[in-house]
């Protein structure tokens, strides 16, 4: 009896330097929504596969890579953000190596003729999405372990940003680059830029918008995927197609939707891509308004609880680390269930923690790990 | 960093994400909430298919429920041109060679070259199916069907398609049915499907097509008679001709409807509702197939017969055609009506080639499709006395002690000056004194001149057109009404037509004027006079029941069959839909003493030593008197038209069963062509000795029974030996 009490009081007289104090001081809502977020993207991963011959396969791949990015979570966030923010231009430096490697012929070709993957017989990674983890990190110990961002430090820090986003161009992969704007975006504004520093980027950053548009390093299909948002009527059957499809099965599911794996265009495989990039529609058709609304809550709340550690982070690195990763989830789940809902471009962006694919959901889950880290190491 | 500045900032980046939340929850609130109806239709219209099925259309008995026409279903293999022309010219050579080979194996000899052939072929739309086998295996169905994806732009379709089993018995009556056109879909309401391929009529597993559905994809039932007209698809059939065109409302099935749902690839998932199509209702005709077996044979040989012959003015008699047609005078039902040359309904079943659509109507061919019996319209000669002489009598001019005449055999138009006052009986012959009845018996033209020359000069009292109003008392100068497409007419001059005619084109006529010479020619049927061998049946049958002037029918009732394995003639087996009652259309008021002046005269033709046509009727006597009347019609540098027209039994308070009419163009006198074959073909039937109709199945042994049955009944009934 007395030894189990002496156990049970051990851990405040380690407090600040082992582990289990830092568990003391994990955000647990956010773990929660979090958790149940992964397990409604098994959910519907199950039901957009079920229809395919190797379907069980997908999701017994995809629960696999939830496991290992649960792990990753817990792995990353029992570490000190700053002791693996002093790594960052290591971390950094590899990252933008692999993702400039992917451009190589060690680079798989991927659909529609773009390279952004690494096949190793049956595994696929995708470099993007640690890059942009990378990115991430290196920013935020660049920026926060400055006391005021000058221009050189904002040039550098551009820099940062700039390095990644022209390799995704070059694959070419629009959405991520448009990632590396967004996060830029949120990490600058928080970071201390100046405000007329702010708004030559905010113009500079229009331009560059403009200019992917225009650029001919879209190519026409990626072209009319964005323009058919704008103008329905001027575009491509093909490129339309997509948008209906995902449009239709999401209304279809009125209310409280036709049940799991009963949705008609999931069933019946109407709505391309809908595993990956249009898994919100198997939320929208099989789960209606109550089940999709059920799903943007518990996303506001990792956005708020990611929001909440930055506030509270000890230190202005944890601040732009989580700011870094909030503009990254943020834009992710705007730009995915807004092309959905068909108010966004149709750009190949993953929904966090949700669409099938192990590179997104392992670094989804590594990103939320370094949020939690910064939270449960916010005292030490 | 300042840390209030970094405050603000979060809180602007917090601001930021909440409203973008916002737009989201507001837009999945707008599609799932408010636009919900819209997108659903959307979501159904995607999935779901309606393939429209055609059903087996009604058969066609006669008068005692012998079929006519069958519904039977066969199996046709065809090529969809769409995604053959698609193909690479090699692949597609692969296909058809291996499609030949497989059709070879599997006992539908099929050359490689016919396959290439028919895809080249230019008379069938690019969209439409093109046959290359018909009638073939279930066999074969399912192993095409079981390897379709081995032969693209093969279809296996199931076919409800037409057989006659009496071969071209009845054809012009029984027309035939194909393809509905574009005008006639337009006419029934449907739709035509833009650029989209047509509908199959029947579906197959391996390319159906189909249009969208709509979210209630419930079919109209089958009880209602009116979709039946109105759900009409583009490749669907329909009644083209004769009893199928005016009967298609009864005839055409109920369409089917089976929804299928298909996923994104169009490969079938689920069939969601099946209303299979519900036969078309049977249709009775007022034929007896064994009567119309009967006179058909003999005009037909008739007919073959005069060809080549020449009459005393040498001219030719070519016999183009001929007509002959058999009503009930007590209700109007027609019981036979043949019209020679005929043609083989069956070559119709499959679509008419565009070489057989020209061979037919080809002049020379005698123009098989037409139903001379009501579309060809002739100068009725002799025959339309009935008419001359109803109006002597209901003008009152005849009721003056003015009926006997003497007949010189030549007849001096009063009042006459020039050179063409003189006209004449035929061969001048003189016929004495005669009275209505006599100048009936012996056919005197001087009487009726002489009737028809008074009338003119005594328009004042009689009016312009006393004789033409008597004959369309009798139904002719209009359509008999008969519910078969297009009914001739005919023609019945008047003053006032000849007038019109004239002001209309001058160019054509030399006078717009009506003399008397014209009420002398129309009163015997001459001059501008045309009428159909139906309009006179109809006629005579209208006198023979003694003035009831009923609509000829060809239909009896509408069944709708319980079970088509069962014989169609049992009353157990169906249901009554509808029976056809006669139709009244006019009366003629005729005084019996009047009527009996008539009537003698026309039952003296056949009865007396001096009829027109008694030596015929002593050559092939009927089991009871007849009584009508012969024509020889003139037409200029032809030979004459040869009409006859009659009923039987004749005779004071026996009811008439039958009215014939005979007419052969250029085939020479009435009493010598027409009147012999009106006998000829009356004479087993008064007997009650008409021979079974044989099908074409079994005709061989069919016509053995019936030459045993004849040579013992000692009737000759089969000859079709001239006179």
Redesign the interface.
């Known amino acids: 009896m007395q030894q189990l009490r002496v156990d049970r009081q051990s851990p405040s007289g380690f407090r600040g330097r082992d582990v289990s104090s830092a568990w003391k001081h994990i955000d647990i809502v956010l773990l929660v929504a979090t958790g149940l977020i992964l397990l409604f993207g098994l959910v519907m991963v199950y039901s957009a596969t079920r229809r395919f011959p190797g379907g069980t396969g997908i999701l017994l791949r995809q629960a696999l890579f939830v496991v290992i990015g649960i792990v990753a979570m817990a792995g990353v966030s029992l570490v000190d953000y700053r002791r693996i923010a002093d790594w960052w231009q290591i971390i950094y430096g590899l990252s933008m190596l692999v993702l400039a490697g992917v451009l190589s012929p060690l680079g798989s070709l991927g659909a529609f003729g773009t390279k952004g993957w690494y096949a190793f017989g049956p595994v696929v990674f995708q470099p993007v999405e640690i890059a942009k983890l990378g990115t991430v990190l290196a920013v935020a110990a660049y920026l926060g372990s400055a006391e005021r961002v000058d221009l050189r430090r904002l040039a550098t820090a551009l820099l940062l940003f700039g390095v990644p986003m022209g390799l995704t161009m070059l694959q070419p992969d629009l959405g991520s680059a448009l990632v590396f704007i967004v996060v830029g975006m949120g990490m600058l504004v928080v970071g201390g830029v100046r405000v007329r520093h702010l708004a030559v980027l905010v113009i500079l950053g229009v331009v560059a918008v403009f200019g992917i548009l225009q650029s001919s390093a879209l190519d026409q299909y990626q072209k009319d995927r964005l323009t058919a948002f704008a103008n329905p009527d001027g575009v491509s059957a093909k490129a339309r197609y997509n948008i209906d499809q995902a449009q239709t099965a999401i209304s279809s599911g009125g209310l409280t939707g036709y049940g799991l794996g009963k949705g008609p265009s999931t069933r019946l495989g109407y709505v391309p891509a809908q595993q990956t990039d249009f898994i919100f529609t198997v939320a929208g058709e099989e789960f209606g308004f109550v089940g999709s609304g059920l799903l943007l809550i518990l996303f506001a709340i990792v956005i708020w609880r990611i929001w909440r550690a930055a506030q509270l982070a000890a230190d202005s690195m944890g601040t732009l680390l989580c700011i870094g990763v909030m503009s990254m989830f943020l834009f992710h789940i705007f730009e995915n269930v807004g092309m959905n809902l068909g108010i966004m471009p149709v750009t190949g962006i993953p929904l966090p923690l949700v669409s099938q694919g192990g590179s997104a959901v392992v670094a989804s889950c590594i990103a939320l790990g370094l949020v939690q880290s910064v939270h449960m190491h916010r005292y030490s | 960093?300042?840390t209030d500045?970094?405050?603000v900032?979060?809180s602007?980046?917090?601001i930021?994400?909440i409203s973008?939340?916002l737009?989201?929850?507001m837009?999945?609130?707008f599609?799932?909430?408010i636009?919900?109806q819209?997108?659903?239709a959307?979501?159904v219209s995607?999935?779901v298919r309606v393939i429209h099925e055609e059903g087996p259309r009604g058969r066609i008995l006669d008068r005692n429920g012998k079929i006519l026409v069958d519904s039977e279903t066969s199996i046709v293999v065809s090529l969809d041109r769409e995604p053959l022309r698609k193909m690479k010219e090699s692949e597609r050579n692969t296909v058809f060679v291996s499609l030949a080979d497989t059709l070879q194996q599997l006992g539908v000899p099929t050359k490689l070259s016919l396959i290439e052939k028919r895809f080249a072929d230019l008379r069938y739309a690019p969209q439409e199916y093109v046959p290359i086998a018909d009638d073939v295996d279930p066999s074969v169905e399912i192993y095409l069907m079981e390897r379709a994806e081995r032969y693209p732009g093969i279809i296996v379709e199931r076919k409800a398609i037409r057989s006659y089993p009496y071969g071209n018995l009845a054809a012009h009556l029984l027309g035939y049915v194909g393809e509905i056109n574009e005008k006639e879909l337009v006419e029934r309401g449907g739709k035509l499907p833009g650029s989209e391929s047509p509908a199959t009529t029947a579906p197959s597993a391996s390319a159906p097509t189909t249009t969208a559905g709509t979210g209630s994809a419930k079919g109209s039932t089958a009880s209602d008679s009116g979709a039946r007209v109105t759900d009409y698809r583009l490749g669907d059939s329909i009644g083209k001709g004769g009893v199928e065109r005016s009967y298609e409302a009864d005839l055409r099935a109920v369409p089917g409807e089976r929804t299928i749902?298909?996923?994104?690839?169009g490969d079938l998932?689920d069939v969601l509702s099946l209303e299979s199509p519900v036969v078309g209702d049977d249709i009775w005709l007022t034929i007896d197939i064994d009567l119309q077996a009967h006179a058909e044979r003999l005009l037909a040989a008739k007919i073959q017969d005069l060809r080549g012959r020449r009459d005393k003015q040498n001219n030719r008699l070519n016999a183009p055609q001929g007509s002959v047609v058999i009503e009930d005078p007590q209700n109007g039902q027609i019981l036979a009506m043949a019209s020679y040359p005929d043609y083989d309904p069956s070559v119709t079943v499959n679509g008419i080639s565009q070489e057989q659509w020209a061979a037919f109507n080809d002049p020379n061919s005698g123009l098989p499709l037409v139903n001379w019996a009501l579309q060809g319209a002739y100068a009725p000669g002799s025959t339309f006395k009935l008419y001359t002489a109803f109006a002597g009598y209901n003008s009152g001019y005849l009721n003056g002690g003015t009926e006997v005449v003497n007949d010189p055999g030549v007849y001096t138009i009063e009042n006459c000056k020039g050179d063409k006052c003189e006209v004449r009986n035929a061969g001048s012959t003189p016929h004495g004194t005669v009275n209505m009845a006599r100048a009936l018996t012996v056919s005197s033209d001087v009487y009726f001149y002489k009737l028809a020359d008074k009338f003119w000069n005594l328009t004042d009292q009689y009016g312009p057109t006393p004789i033409q109003d008597a004959a369309a008392e009798f139904g002719l100068g209009s359509k008999t009404e008969i519910p078969l497409a297009g009914e001739n007419p005919g023609r019945l001059p008047t003053p006032a037509s000849r007038k019109a005619a004239f002001e209309a084109r001058p160019d054509l006529f030399m006078t717009g004027d009506w003399r008397s010479g014209d009420n002398i020619n129309t009163s015997i049927g001459q001059g501008d006079v045309l009428a159909t061998p139906l309009q006179l049946v109809n006629s005579y049958a209208t006198f023979a029941n003694g003035g009831t002037r009923y609509q000829p029918q060809i239909v009896t009732k509408v069944t709708r069959p319980r079970d088509l394995t069962l014989p169609a003639n049992d009353p157990a087996n169906y249901e009554l839909i509808r029976q056809v009652e006669p139709v009244v259309q006019g009366t003629v008021q005729i005084q019996p003493d009047q009527y009996g002046k008539i009537y003698d005269g026309l039952l003296g033709v056949t009865q007396s030593a001096y009829g027109t046509a008694a030596a015929s009727w002593q050559a092939s006597k009927t089991a009871w008197p007849m009584a009508g009347k012969t024509g020889t019609a003139q037409v200029s540098k032809k030979a004459d038209t040869s009409l006859f027209a009659a009923w039987g039994p004749a005779g004071t308070g026996v009811p008439a069963q039958y009215a014939i009419s005979v007419v052969i163009p250029e085939s020479g006198f009435g009493g010598e062509v027409a009147a012999p074959l009106a006998f000829r073909i009356m004479a087993p039937l008064s007997f009650g000795a008409l021979l079974p109709a044989c099908p074409t199945s079994d005709q061989d042994a069919c016509a053995a029974a019936a030459e045993q049955a004849a040579s013992a009944s000692g009737n000759d009934v089969t000859s079709g030996a001239p006179d």
């Open positions: 960093m300042d500045s970094t405050h900032r979060l602007a980046i917090g930021v994400a973008l939340f737009a989201l929850f837009r999945l609130w599609l799932q909430g636009d919900r819209a997108f659903e959307a979501s995607n999935r749902e298909v996923n994104a690839k998932v």
